[in-house]
């Protein structure tokens, strides 16, 4: 699919909303990339995303990336250093494949709703927010 097309598709307003809905549970930073570019590699890209969309610089280094490159179809979930200490590789796979499943029905919204509300369920778990906790990056969908 092309990716005029899939952001077209997506519900944006939903999305951002539940990325408000997980962040207001959590100090943890929530982001979603569509790309226009192709990544058959997609986790490198996706961690090229992260580092140009400042994620590495929140103050807990608990952001998550859902990167999607429609063009390759192909997608990465990564999150920054504490969160992978926190939650591992199964929680990823567990994630991605469920996101895939929707991906293949042509869900995309609930693809990505899907792995918002898992992402930011681990966010709250091991990041609750503190007293001055503030939204330290934007919630709308980053289609550069």
Same mark, same amino acid.
Request: charge should be negative; proline fraction near 7%.
């Given at each position: 699919?092309?990716?005029? +097309?899939?952001?077209? $598709? !997506?519900?944006?307003?939903?999305? #951002? ?5 997980? #962040? $207001? !549970? &959590?100090?943890? +930073?929530? $982001?979603?990339?569509?790309?226009? /570019?192709?990544?058959?590699?997609? /986790?490198?890209?996706? +961690?090229?995303?992260?580092? #140009?969309? *400042? ?21 990465? /979930?990564? =999150?920054?250093?504490?969160? @992978?200490?926190?939650? *591992? ?10 996101? &895939?499943?929707?991906?293949?029905? =042509?869900?995309? &919204?609930?693809?990505?709703? @899907?792995?918002? *509300? ?6 709250? +778990? ?10 330290? !990056?934007?919630?709308?969908? /980053?289609?550069?």
């Amino acid at each position: 699919m092309k990716q005029p +097309e899939f952001i077209q $598709r !997506l519900d944006h307003p939903a999305i #951002e909303a539940a990325i408000a809905q997980a #962040e $207001r !549970l &959590t100090s943890g +930073e929530i $982001r979603v990339v569509v790309t226009l /570019v192709a990544a058959a590699e997609p /986790v490198p890209a996706a +961690e090229k995303a992260f580092g #140009e969309l *400042g994620m590495a610089g929140t103050k807990q280094r608990n952001g998550v990336l859902f990167f999607v490159a429609p063009v390759s179809q192909t997608f990465a /979930v990564i =999150g920054d250093t504490a969160v @992978h200490e926190k939650c *591992g590789d199964a929680f990823w796979r567990e994630v991605s494949a469920a996101m &895939t499943a929707s991906f293949k029905c =042509g869900e995309f &919204t609930a693809g990505l709703l @899907h792995g918002i *509300g898992r992402a930011g369920a681990l966010l709250a +778990e091991h990041f609750p927010p503190g007293p001055d906790d503030t939204d330290e !990056l934007p919630n709308r969908v /980053v289609c550069p």
